[in-house]
């Protein structure tokens, strides 16, 4: 699963968007229809409320290398170079056995996950 994607491709309601700029996350999953219908409502961009996540499509993704996730990669080599050592303790997150982002960099992903606002534009 790609823990960032746009409305567009979302199946998940990943998370909201604090005012403190980190994301709550929500579990168990529910669809992602729920933060959709919600931003709607207020009338708001979806992703720059919510994070949503959705099938990883690999190649069609302008983040992808040919191997990995280019996105993943490079947010944690930036929050390692601002924080330093990852946050030990994991979110509760309900896509982490799928999650692209972490079976790839693994729980330094998590650290840098919880600082991501998804740019959709
Ligand atoms: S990077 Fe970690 S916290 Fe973020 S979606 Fe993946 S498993 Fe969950």
Known sequence: MCPSTPAANATVFLGMITAAGRVAYVTPALPAEVAVNAAMEAGAPVEARYRLAG???????????????????????????????????????????????????GPAACAACAHVVTDAR
């Open 55 to 105: 099938p990883c499509v690999t190649s069609s993704c302008g983040f992808w290398t040919g191997e990995h996730c280019g996105l993943g990669e490079r947010l944690v080599a930036s929050y390692a170079q601002t924080a330093g050592e990852p946050e030990v303790d994991l979110p509760r997150c309900a896509i982490r056995r799928t999650c692209r982002w972490f079976a790839e960099q």
